[in-house]
């Protein structure tokens, strides 16, 4: 089993930045590929972005349109999507999940896995 805590979520203005936290435990988190995805309101949950357990990344460039990072640290079992330039419509719950990475596997394949979630992290973006 992997537990996921999200952290960082809150209220900001448009334009702000924030950096969600989403902190592992209970496996060994370096074996896993990581990903961030977000519900809002009334709409069905979108990926964000992921990352491998290489640090390869993979954005859904529609959503983040280059201002999104995501980022990991094997040390501190974490992994980070820092949110730059944020708008209204980026207003969701995000939440964290993890898939076991292994050797070979496609984006597909570790999107698809991903089977342990947080309980998700509220970001509200006002106008």
């Known amino acids: 089993q992997v537990q996921l805590v999200e952290s960082g979520g809150g209220l900001v203005q448009a334009g702000g930045s924030l950096r969600l936290s989403c902190a592992a435990s209970g496996r060994t988190f370096s074996n896993y590929a990581m990903g961030w995805f977000r519900q809002a309101p009334g709409k069905q949950r979108e990926l964000v972005a992921a990352?491998?357990?290489?640090?390869?990344?993979?954005y859904a460039h529609s959503v983040v349109k280059g201002r999104f990072t995501i980022s990991r640290d094997n040390a501190e079992n974490t992994v980070y999507l820092q949110m730059n330039s944020l708008k209204p419509d980026d207003t969701a719950v995000y939440s964290c999940?993890?898939?076991?990475?292994?050797?070979?596997?496609?984006?597909?394949?570790?999107?698809?896995?991903?089977?342990?979630w947080g309980k998700g992290t509220l970001v509200t973006v006002s106008s």
């Open positions: 990352i491998s357990r290489s640090s390869t990344t993979y």
């Open positions: 999940a993890a898939a076991e990475d292994v050797r070979g596997s496609t984006w597909r394949q570790l999107l698809d896995g991903m089977n342990y």
